[in-house]
């Protein structure tokens, strides 16, 4: 069963109107056909319920990933920024092994991509989105972003809708959270 690579998640996250929400689904799929689980929870609140993450990616790699960044954050005090920037750092000084995984963490002011390969993106529109169905998710998301009386929870439910009814890999079993 080791070589079996498990596909997991979509992660969506909208900025909109001062509200960040993060949603992503519950699925786990083990190689291209059977699903594996259906409730995984890949977005969970951290630092006193004052960051949302959500992770996408190689399972124990993005586990990883996501307790080195909640370890940095700790260490500066809940600044997210300077929290993934000195964990990118870790790969440029330490040599560390990349990690197969991408984050996306929020709090009130900034929302960033964070890789496993050490580097941080700050989405230019408030849109973002990571995991097998990332694209179909961040497409679905930039098309609603400006219909009026859309919320970025509405926009973020309805994008991963979306992308659960083309992508495989995700399915309609949402956690939702907004900071």
Not at 14 to 39: C, L, P, R, Y
Not at 45 to 57: H, L, T
Not at 110 to 133: H, R
Not at 156 to 164: E, F, N, T, V
Request: charged share 25%; with cysteine; hydrophobic share 45%.
């Amino acid at each position: 069963m080791s070589n079996i690579e498990f596909h997991s998640t979509t992660i969506c996250a909208v900025k909109k109107d001062g509200v960040t929400v993060v949603a992503g689904d519950g699925q786990v799929t083990m190689g291209e056909s059977v699903v594996f689980k259906g409730n995984a929870k890949k977005v969970k609140r951290i630092y006193g319920g004052k960051v949302v993450v959500g992770f996408a990616g190689s399972v124990a790699d993005a586990f990883s990933l996501s307790e080195k960044f909640e370890k940095m954050l700790q260490k500066y005090s809940g600044n997210l920024m300077r929290a993934a920037v000195e964990l990118t750092e870790l790969w440029r000084s330490d040599r560390q092994r990349k990690l197969e995984a991408m984050l996306i963490a929020a709090d009130k002011d900034n929302l960033l991509i964070i890789s496993g390969n050490g580097d941080v993106i700050d989405p230019e529109d408030g849109v973002c989105a990571i995991g097998s169905g990332g694209n179909f998710a961040l497409a679905a998301a930039r098309a609603l972003y400006d219909i009026e009386g859309y919320t970025a929870e509405m926009i973020a439910r309805k994008a991963m809708k979306i992308a659960g009814d083309i992508c495989i890999f995700t399915n309609g079993n949402l956690t939702v959270e907004e900071v």
